[in-house]
């Protein structure tokens, strides 16, 4: 007899009566469970190509802050971010295949357990490592071997992390600010007519002593200023800027442009070399390099002292400004050319050129048909703290100095051959060496002219856009494509996973972790006195266990058997 109060207990804790629909589950909607369960490897495979886009549109060849996000106008992610942004995604990427397979490990093992069972070695080893190398080969061998395929092909995505994140290398670059600065600088335009001009630079630069001689080596610590570091950077305009203003060239960063600037223009329209000398030039011109001015770029006080590599475009007169009839700023003409050839220096002659041979030097001539002036250059670029240069096309302008450039660039042009610090490597390569000294040497010869060697000075200004320092992505590919192709192998495992699912008897399970905590196991207990409950870790004497098969009992219960 109860206590008073307990009938009610009694009654609720009383087993239920056997019943057809005891083990039967209702209110499950199979759509709902498929949906739920392949979520994870959608979302996996949509995140794959979501970071991919994002490494093709917003980070490969794009510039990143590295300080500051706010340091251009627009706002602008820093490098970390970037880092972080991927890392992020890739940690997702893992989660969402994380999610997948850890269901998928424990809907094979019921697919085993329907299709012919398995072993507690190939459970351990299956939940364990993700493999499933012993496949037991009892009702289904073709059953078991694919899912050992979909085991294998879902394992390399785990490791596939760092190949992605190693796709990135990043480089120092820099982009340009939209609010600019102006820049004001000094130079010199004066007017060939002006009587000032003609003072400061007179046509014969002998009449001038001592003052014109100091200045090819000044012209030269100009061309080492342009042009160190730069010997293989052909066909390029440069010109060395000093300032006079409140912005010094220091205080722009590299990579800077000024919106408008003047550099010195010199451009080799043919170059050909003269096969026989002797009977080709005029003894004046074939002996011009003996000739004892100072200003002749094969002498020194008289005495002859040049190096390998010095050539000269020959001069009506050394060290004497003579513009064409028709000179308006621009001189484009075709000249004979003189220089000292060595085959140390060279390596061999090309049969098309002819040598006179001198008691000192191997004398080799040309005929050069150039252009000099200036060239307006928009959006000049900063590319050393006190040198801009051109990237794009320019063209040929007038300017007073030419003629003055022309004639001091032999004297500029033999002091850079003497050091051979800003030249191009004349091993083999004769016709680049030859034109890139002469235009280099124009070019110093023109900064110095420019600058000025007295007054009166132009001030000259123009905008500038600050360069901002940042870090460029560049992606590498090949290491994106492989990354993607081992992330592809679990899509691919998927649905094979998903297939076989299909030829399966019972649905796919929607929530493999719940169906094993209540899967009965109570035939495994009881025929096999191995203490199971208390389950810890596989042994030797486990290993004739047997397999465990997935069986339904009439009333639909499904429960594990051991055969």
Known sequence: MLRPGLEEYALISKPPEPSDQLHTRTEESGTKILSWAIAPLILHLLTLFILITALKSYIDGHDFNLHSRTALTDLTPLQSDITTAVSSCIALIRSFAAMWSGSMYLRCIFILMEKGGISLQQIDSLLCWKNHFYPRVKLSRRIALVVSIILLLSFPNQLSGPILTGSITWFSSSVLAREDVTYVFGGYAGDLRNKTFEDSFPFNFSTVGTVYSVLPPIANGLAITAWRGSRNDSR??????????????????INSTLNNATLPYFANIKLEWIKDPISELDPVVLQSYRNISDWNPFTIDGNRFAAPGTFAIVPDDWGVVSPPPSYKGIVNETRNIVGIFDKLFFGEL??????????????????????????????CRVSSWATIQNDTEVTVSPHNLTAYALALMP???????????????????????VTELFIRSYGASWDLMAIGTSEPHTILQTNVQIAVSTSQAKVLWWRVYLWLVLNLCLTGSGLLFLYIQSLCVERLIGNPFMAALLLDTTDVHHQKDRALCGFSTLVDDDKGFGYLRLQRTDEGHKRVVLE
Do not use: F
């Not at 390029?236 to 960063?253: C, E, F, H, Q």
């Not at 004297?411 to 060496?433: H, R, S």
């Open 236 to 253: 390029t305009m440069k010109r060395t800027i000093v300032d006079i203003g409140t912005v010094a060239p220091s205080d722009i960063p």
């Open 350 to 379: 090309p049969r098309n050129i002819g040598v006179h041979q001198d008691l000192y030097w191997s004398m080799i001539y040309g005929r050069l048909t150039y252009v000099a002036g200036v060239a307006e250059c928009r959006n």
């Open 411 to 433: 004297k500029v042009g033999a002091m850079m051959a003497i050091q051979n610090t800003v030249l191009p490597n004349p091993l083999n390569n004769l016709d680049e060496y």
